[in-house]
């Protein structure tokens, strides 16, 4: 296993802002039910940036590895600059190889956080 594997099975095990937060101003519930991952996020923004992201959820490694490394990555980003990221985005911050089967796994988290940022509240099923 290299160490961005390892990476990926301590944000898991261990995933960063994993709660409910408090006086958000944005969430998002995205569900995939082909393979039972959920993930809702919970996001502050002030000024056109995000200034806070947490989320909670179950689902396998990739997904909430994914959603624990965004939540840290993309505090004060810009809005606009978040809504054009996508899955080969994720994949290159994951830094490891991921399967076509398995890119919907990284991609929820982005996707409720980009649906959270256009909607402020939701719920989707993909």
């Known amino acids: 296993m290299n160490i ?3 990476e990926i099975i301590e944000h898991y095990k261990n995933p960063n802002n994993f709660y409910k937060l408090d006086n958000y101003t944005h969430t998002y519930k995205a569900v995939n039910y082909s393979c039972g991952d959920e993930i809702e996020v919970f996001l502050i923004v002030k000024n056109k940036k995000i200034v806070k992201i947490s989320f909670i959820g179950s689902g396998c490694s990739i997904s909430i590895a994914t959603a624990s490394i965004l939540s840290d990555y993309l505090v004060n980003k810009y809005v606009h ?28 988290p982005l996707f409720a956080i980009q649906q959270a940022l256009k909607k402020k509240s939701g719920v989707n099923i993909t």
């Open 81 to 108: 600059n978040v809504l054009l990221l996508n899955v080969e985005d994720v994949v290159s911050l994951l830094g490891i190889d991921i399967t076509v089967s398995r890119r919907k796994c990284a991609y929820l």
């Open 4 to 6: 961005k594997q390892e």
